[in-house]
T-cell receptor, first 115, second 113 residues
Framework: SQQGEEDPQALSIQEGENATMNCSYKTSINNLQWYRQNSGRGLVHLIL?????REKHSGRLRVTLDTSKKSSSLLITASRAADTASYFCATDPLSSGAGSYQLTFGKGTKLSVIP | DSGVTQTPKHLITATGQRVTLRCSPRSGDLSVYWYQQSLDQGLQFLIQ???????AKGNILERFSAQQFPDLHSELNLSSLELGDSALYFC????????????FGQGTRLTVV
């Protein structure tokens, strides 16, 4: 079952613009992670934000987390054509026991950056 | 390169057959995860192993089974294959569980005909 749900499903922007993707989830979490997937290839980890953090930056990426609303957003600033990919949020539910790690993914946002 | 190796990259097989997908985790990673990605279901968590022991189970069919060997590589066995089992199967590994990132292999594309 899907824990996270990304919005929008697809996003098309011009190079240089900012891209914002949102993720909502259902249950309490240990952390939330964002991954990127180029077409048909493996997922690449972008950033992890813990449940006690509100904002995190990595290069052109900015992630926010609002645990009261069970939502997160990923902002990519000054987008490039190479950012074209699908972006997934993944949650590590608090209900997972020690040593048990069920990272649950949403269906993703397909980002197209037009040169 | 994530350091996670999956073989084979592509697999075409007939309905009713059995296949084995193999995964070598990153050096030092004790946790291995298997995921199925299809167009309609998205990325579905199947199962997690930690140092040879099953630790978490997701939407894994009874026709599917997995194991992690003493050298930490893992295999996912899919039997009595159906057309609907056609998907990308990903293996991922991590040092431990919570609050660590997972590193994904490039996947095995399974086509059942």
């Amino acid at each position: 079952s899907q824990q996270g749900e990304e919005d929008p499903q697809a996003l098309s922007i011009q190079e240089g613009e900012n891209a914002t993707m949102n993720c909502s989830y259902k249950t309490s979490i240990n952390n939330l992670q964002w991954y990127r997937q180029n077409s048909g290839r493996g997922l690449v980890h972008l950033i992890l934000i813990r449940s006690n953090e509100r904002e995190k930056h990595s290069g052109r990426l900015r992630v926010t987390l609002d645990t009261s609303k069970k939502s997160s957003s990923l902002l990519i600033t000054a987008s490039r054509a190479a950012d074209t990919a699908s972006y997934f949020c993944a949650t590590d539910p608090l209900s997972s026991g020690a040593g048990s790690y069920q990272l649950t993914f949403g269906k993703g946002t397909k980002l197209s950056v037009i040169p | 390169d994530s350091g996670v190796t999956q073989t084979p990259k592509h697999l075409i097989t007939a309905t009713g057959q059995r296949v084995t997908l193999r995964c070598s985790p990153r050096s030092g990673d004790l946790s291995v995860y298997w995921y199925q990605q299809s167009l309609d279901q998205g990325l579905q968590f199947l199962i997690q192993y930690y140092n040879g022991e099953e630790r978490a189970k997701g939407n894994i069919l009874e026709r599917f089974s997995a194991q992690q060997f003493p050298d930490l590589h893992s295999e996912l066995n899919l039997s009595s294959l159906e057309l609907g089992d056609s998907a990308l199967y990903f293996c991922a590994s991590s040092v431990e569980g919570h609050n660590t990132e997972a590193f994904f292999g490039q996947g095995t594309r399974l086509t059942v005909v």
